[in-house]
């Protein structure tokens, strides 16, 4: 949150280069924006042109030329019809400039945000993202068709006015100009003072919505924690400086309009003032000095225009800026520039699908997160074809930066991650993501039913085979339990699932994705014992014949893999298989009598609950 305020702080003056550079988004509009601008262009002409008529039919009707007034009354008839037109013409315009460029922008965005690496979004809350989509987005969109319209029209409207004032009479027109000067200052300063109560307004509105959003999350810690006085009180705080603001922001533009109306009076004045003498002098007839007379009421109208279209602008640069940083964005990962390194190589003759790999290896690796904090130095590690390795030890040792740097979420320092042999720098990310089925704790599982959800895995497979994917891992069983089965929704973020549940389909989309290299994350640490028991048999069928890296923060389930890894501080401290490792009475021996303590606490917890609990063996 904090980070939103202060980059609508830090937009001050207009930066005209920053909206230059989201120029690019009118550019595909080409057709509406040439639509818009003449229609701007045509409007600001023609409306003078009405007072103009209106005063030749007075002049005709004073001077009894009845002839005349049929002719003038159907121009200024066609004048309407022709305005009804452009105006028709222009917001049709405007609503596909809005309509193609936002739709530009969050396609760019979206495939931007795609190409991304997990370093960004490391730094940015998802929350922040979808507000660049979507509000950011839209605040630029609505605003820009508009501001063109205004900026093209304002100019020529001007120009337009004057012109037809100093065709009139241009002493008379000097007269009403003398306004301008003092017109644009008066506009400046209260534009500036509203575009600082609108920030002020925009920023305590975000704060009251993550203080309801707290308010609504929280409910329950803070009644329990007997805090709601707390946070009423500062509630209170922010409706106060909301409301002050608004205030501020009313009387502000309360004043301002009088004040831009009395300037404008003030030409009109000194025209009619000076009017009466052109009059008797006979430089102007009656209808002239009329048509004058309106067309110098007008000529405060699109300074006042043009002042508030810059002032939205300026307020929504913070969008501008935001947006733009964020298409900004490189992602750190980038493909080589050669092709695959042996593209055929290790893949079965038959089907021409990836084959199984060979080796996996860590060489000299050093990575960190923040330069001050070395996560990794040197690190060393060979894993054979076939082989399931475990990484175990305490939460912060590394497990999960190593797994990370297997899956290329991040990339070494320096040293090599190496698969086949071939550096992973030199390979696409195609090639390893087809080749990679990665299980993590938090499983994200798409809006939809569960067998699209598993399909996910390899979009190609049939019903036969998602469910033989699930059964072979020990899903089906509770997905038969379901009233629609397989095709029952799982909701958005599989929300409708117990996190066990998301956890079997998880591991059923990877078993059908028959991945070459298998990665498992504390996939099982939230899981209850029992649950955790029955998914192990679709840990086992997954690890058979491929290479898999398990961490797990119960030992329970890596006891049966090839070698198990003790990563402290990021270094390997021991290793060795189950039984090896605790005849060694080592690091691991330890760990493993902490955990067998505590779980058959738990187990006897659960079972003096329920009373029939699993075990005390079978849990660990
Ligand atoms: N995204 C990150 N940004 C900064 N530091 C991180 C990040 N992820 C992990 N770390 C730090 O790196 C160290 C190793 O973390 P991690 O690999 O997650 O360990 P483990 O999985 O063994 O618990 C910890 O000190 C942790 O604070
Ligand atoms: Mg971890």
Redesign the pocket.
């Known amino acids: 949150m904090s980070e939103t305020f202060h980059e609508e702080d830090e937009s001050r003056g207009l930066d005209l280069a920053l909206w230059r550079r989201l120029l690019r988004f009118l550019r595909p509009q080409r057709g509406p924006v040439l639509l818009l601008c003449s229609s701007a262009v045509v409007l600001a002409i023609i409306e003078p042109v009405m007072p103009l008529t209106v005063g030749r039919i007075i002049d005709a009707a004073n001077a009894g030329r009845q002839e005349d007034l049929p002719g003038l009354i159907g121009t200024y008839l066609a004048l309407i019809a022709l305005f009804g037109l452009i105006v028709f013409a222009f917001i049709r315009a405007a609503g596909d400039i809005a309509t193609g460029m936002a739709h530009d922008m969050r396609k760019e965005g979206f495939a931007h945000l795609q190409r991304l690496s997990f370093s960004f979004f ?1 730094r940015k809350a998802v929350g922040w993202l979808m507000a660049r989509m979507t509000s950011d987005v839209g605040r630029i969109t609505s605003l820009a068709p508009w501001f063109l319209l205004d900026l093209t029209w304002g100019v020529f409207y001007l120009l337009s006015l004057a012109g037809w004032m100093l065709w009139l009479d241009a002493r008379l027109a000097l007269w009403v100009m003398l306004i301008v000067p003092p017109l644009v200052l008066v506009s400046a300063w209260f534009q500036r003072r509203l575009l600082k109560y609108q920030r002020r307004i925009r920023r305590t509105n975000s704060e009251i919505t993550a203080a309801y959003n707290e308010g609504i999350m929280g409910v329950q810690t803070t009644q329990a924690l007997s805090r709601e006085t707390a946070a009423l009180r500062e509630f209170q705080r922010l409706s106060d400086r909301m409301e002050v603001s608004s205030r501020r922001n009313m009387v502000t533009a309360a004043v301002y309009l009088p004040v831009v109306l009395s300037l404008g009076s003030l030409g009109v004045g000194l025209a009619l003032f000076r009017g009466g003498a052109a009059l008797e002098m006979g430089r102007l007839t009656p209808g002239e000095l009329i048509a004058f007379l309106q067309l110098a009421t007008h000529f405060s109208q699109p300074i006042q225009e043009l002042a508030a279209r810059f002032t939205e602008l300026q307020a929504a640069q913070a969008s501008a800026e935001r947006l733009q940083s964020m298409l900004d964005e490189t992602p750190d990962i980038v493909d080589p520039e050669r092709p695959d390194p042996e593209p055929f190589a290790g893949r079965r003759e038959e089907t021409g699908e990836p084959g199984p790999i060979r080796s996996v290896e860590f060489r000299a690796v050093e990575f960190h ?2 330069p001050e ?1 070395p ?1 990794l130095r040197g690190f060393d590690l060979r894993i054979g074809a076939g082989e399931s390795i475990a990484l175990v ?1 305490a ?8 797994a990370g740097l297997l899956c290329r979420f991040y990339e070494p320092a320096a040293g090599q991650v190496l698969v086949d042999g071939i550096d992973l720098r030199e390979r696409s990310q195609h090639w390893l993501q087809s080749r990679l089925g990665v299980v993590l704790q938090h499983p994200h599982l798409f809006s939809g039913s569960i067998r699209e959800n598993i399909r996910y895995g390899r979009p190609g497979a049939s019903d036969a085979e998602v469910e033989e994917a699930a059964g072979r891992v020990g899903a089906d069983r509770f997905i038969r339990g379901l009233e629609d089965g397989y095709e029952s929704e799982v909701g958005e973020g599989g929300c409708l699932l117990s996190s066990g549940e998301r956890q079997f389909v998880s591991l059923a989309r990877a078993v059908l994705s028959d991945p070459a290299i298998f990665v498992m994350d504390e996939a099982t640490s939230s899981l209850d014992v029992e649950t955790e028991r029955r998914i192990q048999r679709g840990i086992d069928t997954i690890l058979r014949g491929r290479i898999s890296v398990i ?1 797990a923060h119960r030992l329970a389930t890596v006891r049966r893999v090839d070698r198990i890894l003790v ?1 402290e501080g990021g270094r390997i401290i021991e290793q060795g298989t189950h039984e090896e490792l605790l005849r060694r009475e080592g690091s691991y021996h330890h760990l493993y009598r902490a955990q067998f303590a505590r779980q058959s606490e738990e187990v006897r917890f659960e079972e003096g609950r329920d009373g029939d609990g699993p075990a005390v063996g079978s849990a660990i």
Do not use: C, M
């Open positions: 490391d997160y923040t904090e996560i030890g939460t912060g040792g590394g497990k999960s930066t190593i961490i990563i």
